[in-house]
């Protein structure tokens, strides 16, 4: 009789533990603790930082409509480079950026030619970090702003009639920049990224040829920097 009812008194101590042991493991500071829920949106890092990135671009084909013919230019890839400010909100960033992209044309219809092309650009844009809690980060990113395309050189196509040519000069016109890009976060105050990016800009004159349908594309590998 005593042994059964030790018993009894050892599997109700037993019982209680498991229960206190199980209310500890399924509570709600111990499932946050595992990670399965968002970091709250007032603990996100929030502030000012500087943003640099270098990579590789190029303009897409263009093509034109004058009174004697139409022309289709190609173009090379070249140095891209973008550096500006921004400021981080948590989950959405906002930038002022100076965009450069170095695009040489390469042909004219059937013949070679050699011009350098510089596009110079300002943008105001915003960005959606898509998991602001993690280390890694995919983003998506669009802006409106302005861009200067130059042709640094006068020269004529040597085959065709007639000989298509290129004068040297530029054109200041609206544009837009989006982007598709993966940050991590090395630690606080310091991110990389690498992202794709293409740009779009209204026609644009120079001397007296329109080019109509305008875009670039490429890739940059950069830092941010948060102070």
Request: one cysteine or more; glycine letters at 12%; proline letters at 2%.
């Amino acid at each position: 009789y005593h042994l059964i009812i030790s018993m009894i008194r050892l599997n109700k101590k037993s019982a209680i533990a498991s229960a206190l042991f199980c209310s500890t493991c399924f509570s709600p500071l111990a499932i946050a603790d595992i990670g399965s829920f968002e970091m709250p949106e007032d603990e996100l890092e929030k502030g000012f930082y500087v943003t640099g990135s270098v990579g590789t671009g190029a303009m897409g084909d263009l093509d034109n409509t004058t009174s004697v013919t139409s022309q289709i230019y190609k173009f090379d890839s070249g140095l891209s480079a973008e550096t500006g400010i921004g400021y981080d909100f948590g989950r959405v960033r906002t930038e002022l950026t100076y965009n450069y992209l170095n695009s040489d044309m390469k042909s004219i219809t059937a013949g070679s030619i050699d011009v350098g092309v510089d596009v110079n650009s300002w943008f105001f844009s915003a960005a959606l970090d898509l998991r602001a809690s993690k280390k890694w980060q995919p983003y998506i990113g669009f802006g409106l702003g302005t861009s200067d395309i130059s042709f640094n050189d006068t020269k004529t196509v040597a085959t065709g009639e007639p000989k298509p040519s290129v004068v040297q000069g530029s054109d200041n016109v609206s544009s837009y920049i989006g982007k598709l890009g993966l940050n991590y976060d090395m630690n606080d105050r310091v991110g990389l990224f690498g992202e794709a990016w293409i740009q779009g800009y209204g026609d644009f004159t120079i001397g007296n040829v329109t080019y109509r349908d305008a875009l670039t594309n490429g890739a940059n590998l950069g830092v941010r920097i948060k102070f």
